[in-house]
């Protein structure tokens, strides 16, 4: 995806393309490659075909929160669910500051905008260890921090932004 981005620089200019097209190919080559390696090394037990981290737009965030939400309303404050609200209210916060700031001429700005259009179709199956979540979005994660410096408000908005980052230093300590 965030080959994609980078390229739009390219479309801008005159150049063909074919150098686009190839540039994408060569991009999608190493991925496609440790894809069929998994797949070939990993074989799916029928269950499914691997289409299950992707849903109908804000399915997979609903259901997530509304699993958080009732966990913590039993008494449950583990990680799993306090931190599973923190980093949805940190990707909500990136993805605001991320559409509020629009520098469609920055390729880090567009590679944080095709991940938070990610954020909106994540299954519940990527939600349910909500980690998983927070390293699909890192891309975007990275995009917010360095466009984040120079806005109004810095300190607040970068704090907030990175509640994602609160279970590392939670499991590390």
Not at 31 to 52: E, I
Request: proline share 5%; glycine share 8%; hydrophobic share 50%.
């Amino acid at each position: 995806m965030s080959a994609l981005a980078l390229e739009c620089d390219f479309a801008t200019a005159k150049t063909s393309w074919r150098r686009i097209v190839l540039t994408l190919v060569v991009c999608a080559i190493p991925l496609s490659a440790w894809s069929l390696y998994v797949q070939y090394r990993f074989p799916v037990n029928g269950s499914g075909n691997g289409l299950g981290n992707v849903t109908w737009p804000l399915f997979g965030l609903l259901d997530h929160l509304k699993t958080c939400l009732n966990g913590l309303r039993s008494g449950n404050f583990d990680g799993r669910y306090s931190m599973g609200l923190l980093a949805v209210l940190g990707f909500t916060v990136q993805i605001s500051v991320l559409w509020r700031v629009r520098r469609l001429d920055s390729p880090w700005w567009r590679i944080g905008a095709i991940y938070s259009l990610l954020f909106l179709i994540l299954s519940p199956w990527v939600w349910t260890g909500y980690w998983a979540a927070c390293r699909a979005l890192l891309p975007m994660t990275v995009a917010f921090n360095l466009l984040l410096p120079g806005q109004r408000n810095f300190r607040p908005l970068w704090v907030l932004g990175n509640l994602t980052l609160l279970h590392g230093l939670w499991r590390f300590l």
